[in-house]
């Protein structure tokens, strides 16, 4: 239970930081490109996984945020 709220708490503070810098037309084009690594859909797909695998979710949100240089997340404590 401990990662899932980790890998909630984590997620929002992705999408503030995404949705709280200024994003200019190209960075919306990209952001909005399923095939980018850091896409809106990865964003959304690393939702949909916590609470299911949250190493899977963890691993989707570090990739995010590696592509917006946010900073490293920790990783997934062992249970």
Do not use: K
């Amino acid at each position: 239970m401990g990662a899932t709220l980790a890998n909630r708490a984590y997620h929002l503070d992705t999408v503030l930081s995404i949705f709280t810098t200024p994003l200019d037309r190209d960075g919306i084009d990209r952001a909005s490109d399923p095939a980018f690594p850091g896409s809106f859909s990865a964003l959304a797909r690393a939702q949909r996984e916590i609470g299911t695998s949250e190493t899977l979710a963890r691993s989707t949100l570090q990739r995010v945020c590696t592509e917006w240089s946010l900073p490293v997340l920790p990783p997934v404590p062992r249970v």
